[in-house]
Nanobody, 123 residues
Framework: VQLQASGGGLVQAGGSLRLSCATS????????MGWFRQVPGKEREFVAA????????YYIDSVKGRFTISTDNAENTVYLQMNSLEPEDTAVYYC?????????????????WGQGTQVTVSS
């Protein structure tokens, strides 16, 4: 599975960005796709994930109500719509993919990763 992330950038606090992650290559019939983020000196943090089988998303508390994860199965793409962005959301964002239905929130559970995309929110 290959993942290609895009959509990062610089935005003012309160603004919005939409991240995309396209998958290619061999994929699994049952899978979970997720977004993580990382700032220098800190561990990679789970942000959101969605199961390909039931489209049931889950989020960390700090982004609930502001971020929305969705999939376009026809295009094998996962999106992260980020609204009401805060400076604390500044990080490199990574998309990730795992087989199976278990909706893991720990990074080692995901076997496939895209390159990071920088999101910078200015105050």
């Amino acid at each position: 599975v290959q993942l290609q992330a895009s959509g990062g950038g610089l935005v003012q606090a309160g603004g919005s960005l939409r991240l995309s992650c396209a998958t290619s290559g061999r994929t699994f019939s049952r899978f979970v796709m997720g977004w993580f983020r990382q700032v220098p000196g800190k561990e990679r943090e789970f942000v959101a994930a969605i199961s390909g089988s039931d489209d049931n998303p889950y989020y960390i508390d700090s982004v609930k109500g502001r971020f929305t994860i969705s999939t376009d199965n026809a295009e094998n793409t996962v999106y992260l719509q980020m609204n009401s962005l805060e400076p604390e959301d500044t990080a490199v964002y990574y998309c990730a993919y795992k087989s199976g239905n278990f909706r893991a929130t720990n990074a080692p559970a995901y076997g496939y990763w895209g390159q990071g995309t920088q999101v910078t929110v200015s105050s």
